[in-house]
């Protein structure tokens, strides 16, 4: 799985559902051989859908300068 200066996963509470990967505008997460990864080469702009969904609680978003979000987006 891709590390995220965005997105963090609370250890092994992810339930593999989907949500995030049906909910994420942006494409940043995809379910592969039963597991739910971020993908390589995403770009989170912190919108909290993947949180917002999460039946389980298994994601959170770190709050970032807007300028970060910016930079990573181009």
């Known amino acids: 799985m891709t590390e995220s200066p965005f997105i963090i996963r ?3 509470a992810c339930c593999n559902c989907g949500a995030c990967v049906r909910r ?7 379910a592969r051989d039963g597991e739910v990864a971020i993908v390589d080469g ?33």
Request: aromatic content about 6%.
């Open 24 to 30: 994420c505008a942006r494409g940043n997460f995809a």
């Open 42 to 74: 995403y770009v989170c702009t912190g919108c909290g859908d993947c949180v917002k969904w999460c039946p389980v609680r298994a994601l959170s978003v770190k709050p970032v300068h807007p300028a970060a979000i910016r930079r990573l987006a181009r």
């Open 10 to 12: 609370r250890g092994g």
